[in-house]
Every structure is written in C-alpha cells, then in structure tokens.
C-alpha cells in the first residue's frame, strides 16, 4: 500500500519570501503521478501542480516549483514570492497509474502568510 | 460547464436517520470517488467507480453505500449516521486518459449529533 508523509503540520513566511513544504512517500510501484493540492477556508480542493514520475524534468507552475528526488521518494513544494492569497492547507497526493486510480493524501501543512 | 457539483452543502442529522449526498459531473469523466476528511487530516477514500453500474470499496466503506446508474451521477447514501460520520465529504471525478488528475466538489460539511 502506498503512504504520504507530511512531517510539517504547521508553517509560517513572510510575504514576498520563499518557503518550502516537504512531503515523502512509499511505494513499489514504478509508474505514478504526484500532485500538490491547496485547500483555502472555502475548503474547495484546488490543484496546484503535478509531477509524471517517468520525467526527470521537476515540474514549474509560476510562482510554485516542485524538487522531485524519485530514488529518496521525496516531493517538496517551492512557494515563491509568497502572497497573501497563498493561505491555506496543502496536501501533497500519490497516484498510481492503473486501472483504477485511487488518490493516496498525506495529511496536509497548513501554510500561513504574514505581512 | 459546471464540473462537479454536490449537494447539500451543509447538513446536520440525527443518530440513525439516513440520508444521501448527491454528486453530479458534466465532464463525461468515467471515473468517480467519495472522500471524507476530518478534522485536520487528508482525504480518505470511500468509495469509487470506474464506469456506470461498477462500484468498489476504499479506505473506509464502513456505514455507506453507493450506487452507479449513470456516468454523471454517484450517490453517496449514510444509514443509520453515528456521531462518527461527521465530516466534509467531497466527491471527484477523473478521465482514465491523461493526467490523473481529480477534479472536486465543493464538498458537503455533514453533522451527527
């Protein structure tokens, strides 16, 4: 079975700085997507980024960047110039590429930007 | 095009009523998913469906029942809701092509007192 870790309940940036959320995983399988979602106060699961594991390339969405390290099974998130709007609960998701194709959560960081 | 809608979006119930948490998507997705999440934790999957009439337990099936008649529709039923079953529930629903990605609900914040 596959797991997400996220070690980082909680973080806090300063708005304009970069911040970083970390989240690991455990699988066996070699074929599988993972995704970043944010979850604001509305509560409404946006998608942020997604990384193909087959990519070596680390995924680029504006403002947000991902450093995927497949051998260490780590899939961190780079904020950069944060905003205020950056708010929010963030879950980092596996997905395996089969027949079925069930999320697996970690158990989300909630972010908080300061002036 | 709406995507996925849910309703209701909020709920409060009683011990042992029943009710069900209606999901619609418009995307001609043939995959859809039920999760709940509680308090300060991720999603758990509940149920889902690969296509209409083919329906299959995740995580945490215990007190719920599903139903697929329709590539738009999947129903999510509660019998005899427990203060357990407190929770926001989201429905998703996905194309097997491409990117795996999920769209979701709004989510239902349902209440067992």
């Known amino acids: 079975a596959q797991t997400v870790t996220q070690s980082q309940p909680e973080m806090s940036v300063q708005e304009a700085e970069t911040v970083t959320l970390s989240c690991t995983y455990d699988t066996s399988e070699s074929n599988y997507y993972l995704f970043w979602y944010k979850q604001p106060p509305s509560r409404q699961m946006i998608l942020v980024i997604r990384?193909?594991?087959?990519?070596?390339q680390n995924a680029t969405e504006n403002r947000f960047s991902v450093n995927f390290q497949k051998a260490a099974k780590s899939f961190s998130l780079k904020i950069s110039d944060s905003q205020l709007g950056d708010t929010a609960m963030y879950f980092c998701?596996?997905?395996?590429?089969?027949?079925?194709?069930?999320?697996?959560f970690g158990t989300g960081t909630r972010l908080q930007v300061t002036l | 095009n709406a995507g996925v809608t849910q309703t209701p979006k909020f709920r409060i119930l009683k011990i042992g009523q029943s009710m069900t948490l209606q999901c619609t998507q418009d995307?001609?997705?043939?995959?859809m998913y039920w999760y709940r999440q509680d308090p300060g934790m991720g999603l758990k999957l509940i149920y889902y469906?690969?296509?209409?009439?083919?329906?299959d337990k995740g995580e945490v099936p215990n007190g719920y029942n599903v139903s697929r008649s329709t590539t738009e529709d999947f129903p999510l039923r509660l019998e005899l809701a427990a203060p357990s079953q407190t929770s926001v529930y989201f429905c998703?629903?996905?194309?097997?092509?491409?990117?795996?990605?999920?769209?979701f609900g709004p989510g239902t914040r349902l209440t067992v007192t």
């Open positions: 998701a596996f997905i395996h590429t089969g027949t079925a194709s069930k999320l697996t």
């Open positions: 469906s690969v296509g209409a009439g083919i329906t």
């Open positions: 998703a629903s996905s194309s097997p092509l491409g990117s795996y990605e999920q769209y």
């Open positions: 990384q193909e594991a087959y990519k070596q």
């Open positions: 995307m001609n997705h043939n995959y």
